[in-house]
């Protein structure tokens, strides 16, 4: 099944204790992308990817960091977590870095708490 | 950064009755998207718009891409229980990295009575 995989679904850390979350997606997409999903503010764009090893700044990237390595990955970093960055997180991707016109598939989220 | 403005921020409606929301933005898109979301899961695109004055229609849904590139809505005619969620349009860009870029609106919480 044609899917965008985020790990885990749900983290409860504390503040300053590093972590990651994980997409991966099976449909061979060029494009990745992070967002985050506050109450009243939509979805923020945090990261995104056009191709293996090239990333980009969204609106929101302060505090996070990504990689893309490899075209299926595209893990999301918070190198010292604080709790303005409790948040749902989606994962997603598409065909070609013209996302629009092929649609975006996102992840199913991660909800993250910083406590 | 750049933020699309949605209205209505939330709607109550009896089943059957039409829907109507927005989204208008002070820049030009040259996409236009519109994402419907399930408590607990991902947007779900319904219905992409990449012409202006173009008018899709998907369903009972509806969609349109104004003449002016700054503003589309979505329309849902005889609304059911399951149109519950919450509805997003997105705008992106054309032009160098902008086509990485992908600019949500706040979002319309839908809420339909039986």
Redesign the interface.
Known sequence: EAQVTQNPRYLITVTGKKLTVTCSQNMNHEYMSWYRQDPGLGLRQIYYSMNVEVTDKGDVPEGYKVSRKEKRNFPLILESPSPNQTSLYFCASSLSPRGAHYGYTFGSGTRLTVV | ????N?SP?SMFIQEGEDVSMNCTSSSIFN?W?WYKQDP??????LI?L?KAGELTSNGRLTAQFGITRKDSFLNISASIPSDVGIY?C?G?R?GG?S?????????TILTVHP
């Open positions: 950064g750049q933020q699309l949605q921020q996409t998207l607990g899961e991902g947007p779900v695109l992409a990449y997003f997105a992106q054309a990295t086509y990485g870029k992908l600019t949500f609106g706040q979002g």
